[in-house]
């Protein structure tokens, strides 16, 4: 029984979270401060497919994320797998609960670690000062920073940099298959299949070439682990989809705000603080929207009734606006402690890759910093058409050089 909470004498308007324009071209965080103050935990339906829970308050989402054995992850983790069996459950180890979860994960985690990957940083360092370096004038910021995951799936997993360009587009159209830009005339689902068959494609190669030759990173690792062929390359594309789609929009939504604001030589003019500005840059950004999971029993979530079976989805944007948990959760602010954002999601699933995106981050801040003096609007940013990435796919700036 689907029981919605009473927790005000108003109810909200209808917000289809599920739709990709309102993430494109409305304004989710208007949608979801509403959600979180009148119905925090809301059914929303969806045509042929049941339907989810929507979780926009911080407290319900850690619950969520947290609490496996009632909420599991093997049905799938994003809103694509809803009302479909997920493949690779049991196999990969987004896929995966624990205890099996960290028979996967466990060996993958020890050379993900700060300390592990802090000897990548000067490759990721003269990575970035390549990209920066044509940079001056009238230029797309959202263009500059796409080539950012190569800095670390270079290192990490063997991706050559002339793959790159393909692989960004078969990303996009698994994690955004309603955008313009990578949609498929057939239509979003013949979109994600085929983004998913490429990148399938080329992972099963990668893989096969590592066996050749190995590298020693973790393509090598996977292909020692006791998986089957279809578990490595699963897990294969658990990593590169995890590190390669989101974080190129962190850097642009942080500047998009700091232009708008006028704050960005203030930014720059301190950069002992880094630290704090790649923190407060993946809690004001949220680039990986949501995370699904399937309630295992009847249960509850913040006082509204779950059904076994029914779809429970964490909206990550909302929680890490939540006011309840952030003063001035709209307000990007490099100094604010505590931080406790929710940007890599919480519990045994935290990303994989966050010390790695981190470490990537703050080279690219402090480069960013240290290259330019200033940046101007030169028009219209334009935003990812899809409910699970937030960001920005075109953004025309004025760059000044130091």
């Given at each position: 029984?689907?029981?919605?909470?009473?927790?005000?004498?108003?109810?909200?308007?209808?917000?289809?979270?599920?739709?990709?324009?309102?993430?494109a071209?409305?304004?989710?965080?208007?949608?979801?401060?509403?959600?979180?103050?009148?119905?925090?935990?809301?059914?929303?339906?969806?045509?042929?497919?049941?339907?989810?829970?929507?979780?926009?308050?911080?407290?319900?989402?850690?619950?969520v994320?947290?609490?496996?054995?009632?909420?599991?992850?093997?049905?799938?983790?994003?809103?694509?797998?809803?009302?479909?069996?997920?493949?690779?459950?049991?196999q990969?180890?987004?896929?995966?609960?624990?205890?099996?979860?960290?028979?996967?994960?466990?060996?993958?985690?020890?050379?993900?670690?700060?300390?592990?990957?802090?000897?990548?940083?000067?490759?990721?360092?003269?990575?970035?000062?390549?990209?920066?370096?044509?940079?001056?004038?009238?230029?797309?910021?959202?263009?500059?920073?796409?080539?950012?995951?190569?800095?670390?799936?270079?290192?990490?997993?063997?991706?050559?940099?002339?793959d790159?360009?393909?692989?960004?587009?078969?990303v996009?159209?698994?994690?955004?298959?309603?955008?313009?830009?990578?949609?498929?005339?057939?239509?979003?689902?013949?979109?994600?299949?085929?983004?998913?068959?490429?990148?399938?494609?080329y992972l099963?190669?990668?893989?096969?070439?590592?066996?050749?030759?190995?590298?020693?990173?973790l393509?090598?690792?996977?292909?020692?682990?006791?998986?089957?062929p279809?578990?490595?390359?699963a897990?294969?594309?658990?990593?590169?989809?995890?590190?390669?789609?989101?974080?190129p929009?962190?850097?642009?939504?942080?500047?998009?705000?700091?232009?708008?604001?006028?704050?960005?030589?203030?930014?720059?003019?301190?950069?002992?603080?880094?630290?704090?500005?790649?923190?407060?840059?993946?809690?004001?950004?949220?680039?990986?929207?949501?995370?699904?999971?399937?309630?295992?029993?009847?249960?509850?979530?913040?006082?509204?009734r779950?059904?076994?079976?029914?779809?429970?989805v964490?909206?990550?944007?909302?929680?890490?606006?939540?006011?309840?948990?952030?003063?001035?959760?709209?307000?990007?602010?490099?100094?604010r402690?505590p931080?406790?954002?929710?940007?890599?999601?919480?519990?045994?699933?935290?990303?994989?890759?966050?010390?790695?995106?981190?470490?990537?981050?703050?080279?690219?801040?402090?480069?960013?910093?240290?290259?330019?003096?200033?940046?101007?609007?030169?028009?219209?940013?334009?935003?990812?058409?899809?409910?699970?990435?937030?960001?920005?796919?075109?953004?025309?700036?004025?760059?000044?050089?130091?």
């Open positions: 029984m689907r029981t919605p909470p009473c927790l005000h004498t108003r109810p909200p308007g209808r917000t289809d979270l599920a739709d990709p324009a309102l993430h071209a409305g304004d989710p965080h208007a949608a979801w401060r509403t959600l979180r103050r009148w119905d925090p935990v809301g059914w929303q339906p969806v045509e042929g497919r049941s339907g989810f829970w929507a979780v926009t308050r911080y407290t319900d989402a850690r619950t994320l947290t609490d496996h054995a009632r909420f599991t992850s093997t049905g799938g983790v994003m809103l694509t797998m809803l009302g479909r069996p997920e493949p690779a459950r049991n990969q180890f987004a896929a995966t609960d624990p205890p099996r979860h960290g028979l996967v994960r466990g060996p993958l985690q020890r050379q993900m670690t700060a300390r592990a990957v802090a000897r990548h940083a000067p490759a990721i360092r003269s990575f970035v000062r390549q990209m920066l370096r044509p940079a001056d004038g009238v230029l797309d910021f959202a263009e500059l920073t796409s080539a950012l995951p190569l800095a670390f799936l270079g290192p990490l997993m063997g991706i050559p940099a002339a790159w360009p393909a692989l960004s587009r078969w996009s159209m698994s994690v955004a298959e309603h955008d313009p830009d990578v949609a498929l005339p057939d239509g979003p689902s013949a979109t994600l299949d085929r983004g998913h068959r490429e990148l399938f494609a099963v190669n990668l893989v096969l070439e590592h066996r050749r030759r190995p590298r020693g990173d393509v090598d690792l996977l292909a020692a682990m006791p998986l089957r279809g578990a490595v390359v897990n294969c594309y658990s990593l590169l989809l995890g590190g390669s789609a989101a974080i929009h962190v850097p642009r939504a942080a500047l998009t705000e700091l232009i708008r604001t006028d704050h960005y030589a203030h930014w720059a003019r301190r950069p002992e603080r880094v630290g704090g500005v790649v923190e407060e840059a993946l809690r004001f950004t949220s680039p990986a929207g949501h995370f699904m999971r399937l309630a295992t029993r009847d249960t509850t979530v913040g006082g509204v779950v059904a076994a079976g029914d779809a429970v964490v909206w990550l944007g909302s929680a890490n606006r939540d006011e309840n948990v952030f003063a001035n959760p709209d307000t990007l602010d490099p100094d402690h931080n406790r954002h929710l940007a890599f999601g919480d519990g045994r699933h935290y990303c994989l890759g966050a010390a790695v995106a981190r470490l990537t981050l703050r080279v690219f801040f402090e480069e960013l910093f240290a290259t330019f003096a200033s940046f101007e609007p030169a028009g219209e940013a334009e935003r990812v058409r899809s409910n699970w990435l937030g960001g920005i796919k075109r953004m025309p700036v004025v760059a000044g050089r130091r």
